[in-house]
């Protein structure tokens, strides 16, 4: 099928091509060009010489070959792979459509990964085997899954089972789909690995085995419980004194001890001896939280922590002067803060190895050297740096593949700006340079003023000037 790709302002489009010429005033042919069934592409047909061309809007939509060309596939990525096969079936068979001619190869099925939602070509005049394509669709999933999440592997395996089957139903594909992770079937010598050979035990082993569950919980929850009474008791601690005191008064009173006091004398004092009590109360709590226990503190120690900070921020990069290799710059963060930090003590070592270097060269009797700090470390990987300073973070290709967008989850890089798409290009690193495709994005990529066309791989040059949609970058190679 021959297949092409064009950008208008601001749309993309995949374009299948038609080998013979179609009934548009069939009921297939203005259900599909109507856009009425939710799990299809949009799209619009228009004839030349004979034959016609089919455009499907892919607008900020990623085809799942490059999707998922590097990521693997876990539980929630296949849940909606196979969850938009079971919708796009269904709708078929509710608006009369011909289930054949919907296209299940890779590249054109596309995945927004913000909604979630799984859309599929439906081009008029394909007519192939659905059950054939499912099967092909599987077995180019099975390698993409994420062998290390066991539920995805059942999952994966239990509907490429059910494809092959010669009694091949929507039904069976739903079971697999909807069957709850405790339901799959694990084999004896999985359980064994989960659980341990229990059944096998004799009597003293197993309730040695209960004995330790049970002071596996004591030693766990006994802190708990003990943190939790003494913050209630702190909590009624100011009230009870209170009480306590003013019914030691009042019937000292009755009782004559003490003078004869007005009930007004009564509550003042009551309240100051309350006000005095929490007063207390608010000190103590003050003292426990600055001042943390031994146990606090050996906790602390085994997670790398200090007591003065967080070891995931400090503690693992505290001794990084030290090191002879500049400490790694993540740029996939939640908060892009981290990311400044992480970059803040890169500078840091290097002026801090470029004035190690002038006393070292002092030590050996040459003063005359004049050295620059912020040039001391020029290598590293290639970049791109932002034509406004300060406005975004620069962008380090240290992978092989780099995506570039503002979805966190999706993206290597993030750049938070209205215009720049969820999943926006990605830079691939080949043996011969840098790779730039713009991934259908809304707003498109420029390099050097020219504007990327879709699925156009474009070979970077130092100091090409990029704009990411509104975000202006030059890229160092």
Known sequence: MKTEYKRDMNHNYLILYGEEEINTDSYQVRMLVGNIIPSLLKCRIQGMDG???????????????????????????????????????????????????????????????????????????????????????????????????????????????????????????????????????????????????????EPEEKDQLENDRIEFVRENRAPEIKNSAGQSLRKVLPAAVSLVILAGIAAATVMGYLPYLETGVLLGAALLILMAAMGISWIMKRRTKETPSSAQKSRRQKEGQTEYGDSELFGKNSDFLHKKESPKVFERTENNGNAELFQEERSVYRGMESVQKEKKSMCNGNFGETMVLSAAVTSGPASFVSREPGELATIYLQEDLTVVGKLAN???????????????????????????????????????????????????????????????YVFLE
């Open 51 to 201: 034959k016609f061309m089919v455009y499907f809007d892919i607008t900020s939509r990623q085809a799942l070959n490059r999707l998922y060309e590097e990521k693997k596939m876990g539980i929630e990525d296949l849940r909606r792979i196979f969850g938009g096969f079971v919708k796009v079936m269904e709708d078929t068979a509710e608006y009369l459509m011909n289930p054949g001619q919907l296209v299940l190869a890779p590249e054109y099925i596309f995945t927004d990964m913000e909604e979630g939602q799984v859309y599929f070509c439906l081009m008029p005049g394909y007519d192939r085997d659905i059950k054939e394509q499912f099967q092909a669709l599987t077995e180019y999933i099975l390698p993409k899954i994420d062998h290390e999440d066991g539920v995805a592997v059942m999952l994966g395996y239990g509907v490429y089972r059910r494809a092959m089957e010669n009694s091949f139903h929507l039904e069976h594909i739903k079971e697999e789909l909807y069957k709850l992770p405790e339901e799959q079937e694990i084999s004896p010598a999985e359980e064994k690995d989960l659980f341990g050979d229990e059944q096998r035990m």
């Open 410 to 472: 999706a993206c290597d890089a993030v750049i938070d700006l209205p215009t720049v798409s969820r999943i926006h290009a990605k830079i691939r690193k080949k043996e011969e340079g840098y790779y730039l495709t713009d991934m259908n994005s809304r707003n498109g990529t420029m390099v050097n003023g020219r504007l990327l066309l879709p699925d156009e791989e474009y070979r970077l040059q130092n100091e090409d000037e990029v704009d990411f949609a509104q975000a202006r």
